[in-house]
Structures are given as C-alpha cells and as structure tokens.
C-alpha cells in the first residue's frame, strides 16, 4: 500500500508541479516515446537475464505489493515446529525424526503446520539441516558453515529481481537520450517549416529524456529497492530456523534454543516471551 501511494506522490508532484509552471499537460503525452524507452527496455532486461530470473522478477513485482511474505503466525508456527521436533529428538534422540524428516507430507508434527508443510524452501531447509544432525555425528562448529553457505546461496538467489531491476533502471536515462536524439533527428528534418511545429518536435525530444530518468529514478529503482527490502526481511526466517538448531546441537534444551531464535526474529514481527511461553504450554 505504502508503494502505491509513494508512486502517487513522485506523479502527484511532477505533473502538479509541471502545471503550476504554466506548462501544458498535451505537451507531455508523447505515447511513441514510451515505445522506444520501454520497448528498449525490456529488450535489454530479456537479455541480460535468464528465463528463471525473468519470472522471478515478475512474480518479486506482483510479490512487494503485498508486504513480507513471513508475517509474525508463520514465525511463531517456525518455531513452534522446531520447539517439538527438538522435544521430540531431546527425549527420544533425533534417530525419532527420521520418519518425519524423511517424508514430512505424511509427518504427524509437520502437519499441523500446512503454511510450512506447503513452503518447500523453508520445508526443505529444515528437514536438510535435521537430516544431517540426524545421520551424522557433526559438531557445530562444522554444522554451521554448511547453513551460513545455504543462506547465502539462498540470500543470492532471492536478491536476483531486484538486481535485475537495478540493472534496468541504470539504463533507462540513456534509453531517454536515445528517444530525445532520434526526436531531434525528426526536428532537424522539419527545419525550415512552420516554426511552431518545430517546437513541438523539440518538446518531444525533450519529453524522452524526462521520461528516462523519471521511469528511472522515480519507479524502477524505489520498485528494485522495495524488492530488495523484501527479500532481507523474507530471509530471516531461515536466520531463526539456523539458531535454533545450531543451539540445540550445542546441548542446550529446546525452551532455551527456541530463545535464541526467537531474538532473531524482527523485532516487529517477534512474539513476546510470556505470550511465546504461554503458547508453548497450550501446545503441550
């Protein structure tokens, strides 16, 4: 909501601006300029990227104006999750979760959480990282590269949209020269007719070069930033699902471990800890 109305007010203000100069709005309305930019544009970005970024750029687009895609239930599901695996493994040993990890579709604890059971990268970095503490004796000190490098394989991946978008809206300013030169191309070619319709070839350059950098500056670098916004705060829930685990494998019990986890959630997301406590007891 907060994108809308930050792309009403960079609209809001030029156009009323523009006409609080005494400008004409008509002289603005140049559709073949936003051809060339546009078209130019994209072209570029269907280059210079592969098809798997193309449709995740256009799913990050749709995605920002929705808000995180982690809002503060699926935390507190996250950790009430890991709070009864690790009960479970702390009583049983983690050989007891090996049914669960190894199909978690048909897992009598992962079913009671379907946001997550339906989520296969949160779903599968959970059971990854329980399946190696489960058939392996490794430390922690060992355990916890391995997930700092599959976060930020992930962090990367997640973070190509907005790159991607970055990437366009350096370009577009040139794109704009590009539309003005070849608007000053068609003025040159009139020179010597009526002098007025010289002057609107010359505001229709004109106009190019304002469109590149208002596309540029005033949308699709606030979009890839808004994106890129998303994606650090969307990741952080592989951080909280990291320390929990990694605390658990240090020896320390599971209330203590989910403590640790829960101080990485984001703080306006974070549930309280008598709220988490009393959450844990209904749970039992």
């Not at 370009?171 to 040159?188: H, K």
């Amino acid at each position: 909501m907060l994108i809308i109305v930050g792309f009403i007010v960079v609209i809001a203000s030029v156009i009323g601006g523009f006409l609080g100069s005494h400008g004409r709005l008509g002289a603005l309305f140049q559709p073949f300029e936003f051809v060339i930019i546009g078209g130019a544009a994209l072209g570029a970005f269907l280059v210079a990227n592969p098809v798997k970024v193309v449709k995740e750029t256009l799913a990050a687009v749709l995605g920002v104006f929705k808000g995180p895609r982690y809002k503060s239930e699926d935390y507190l599901g996250a950790l009430t999750l890991l709070y009864e695996l690790l009960n479970r493994a702390r009583k049983e040993g983690f050989m007891a979760l090996e049914s669960h990890v190894e199909n978690p579709s048909e897992s009598s604890i992962f079913g009671n959480y379907p946001t997550i059971q339906g989520d296969h990268h949160l779903l599968d970095f959970i059971t990854d990282c329980l399946r190696l503490m489960i058939g392996s004796n490794i430390e922690p000190h060992e355990l916890e590269p391995l997930l700092e490098l599959e976060l930020e394989k992930h962090h990367h991946e997640a973070l190509a949209p907005a790159h991607a978008l970055t990437k366009v809206a350096d370009s577009l300013p040139g794109f704009g020269i590009v539309a003005a030169v070849l608007g000053i191309v068609i003025t040159m070619g009139s020179i010597g007719g009526d002098i007025a319709q010289v002057g609107a070839h010359v505001a229709g350059a004109l106009v190019g070069t304002f469109l590149g950098i208002l596309l540029a500056y005033g949308f699709v670098a606030p979009l890839a930033s808004a994106i890129e916004a998303r994606a650090e705060q969307d990741s952080r829930i592989y951080e909280t699902v990291k320390t929990a685990l990694i605390a658990s494998l240090r020896g320390y019990p599971p209330k203590i471990a989910l403590e640790f986890a829960r101080k990485t959630v984001p703080t306006e997301l974070r549930p309280g800890f008598l709220e988490f406590e009393q959450h844990l007891k209904n749970i039992k």
